[in-house]
């Protein structure tokens, strides 16, 4: 995909989701995320093997309120207002997220759809919300390969 091609494609917050991609491709992605003026933040999953650690990661790179209860619902209300992080959208990545994913499958998925909630929240009010999850290129290719099959 082309760097315009990712800056249309990032600047439309009805297609704006949860993307697993490859570690190789995030700092395209980011550029172009930052060239739509959206708000870059990462979180860092290296070592990263469950729920809380996750949840505590999050809450400290997007600048949490002292008040995050640290469990799903409080990250779906977080990720949903933002409102200490004013911004005309948001791009998220997740670095070495194949530990998380490895190390906690139900847990990567909950944040996922945890994620994919929040863009779509966010779309309505027409604010791209995007979130990308970094995967090294064999974990991409073999997802590419188990869903052709």
């Known amino acids: 995909m082309s760097a315009s091609e990712m800056q249309t494609m990032l600047a439309?917050?009805?297609?704006?989701g949860a993307l697993l991609v490859s570690e190789d491709d995030l700092p395209d992605l980011r550029r172009a995320a930052q060239s739509n003026g959206l708000l870059w933040k990462q979180v860092g999953l290296a070592g990263c093997h469950g729920?809380?650690?996750l949840l505590d990661r999050i809450a400290h790179a997007l600048q949490f309120p002292k008040t995050f209860g640290r469990n799903w619902d409080a990250l779906s209300d977080c990720l949903g207002d933002l409102a200490w992080l004013p911004a005309k959208g948001y791009?998220?990545?997740?670095?070495?997220?194949?530990?998380l994913r490895k190390a906690a499958p139900e847990d990567f998925d909950t944040l996922m759809?945890?994620?994919?909630?929040?863009?779509?929240?966010?779309?309505?009010q027409k604010i791209?919300?995007?979130?990308?999850?970094?995967?090294?290129?064999?974990?991409?290719?073999?997802?590419?390969?188990?869903?052709?099959e």
């Open 91 to 99: 791009w998220i990545e997740f670095t070495h997220a194949a530990e």
């Open 128 to 148: 791209a919300f995007w979130s990308a999850l970094a995967l090294p290129d064999a974990v991409i290719d073999a997802l590419d390969d188990d869903a052709l």
């Open 12 to 16: 439309d917050a009805r297609n704006a």
């Open 113 to 124: 759809s945890v994620l994919d909630d929040a863009a779509t929240r966010w779309a309505s």
């Open 51 to 53: 729920k809380l650690n």
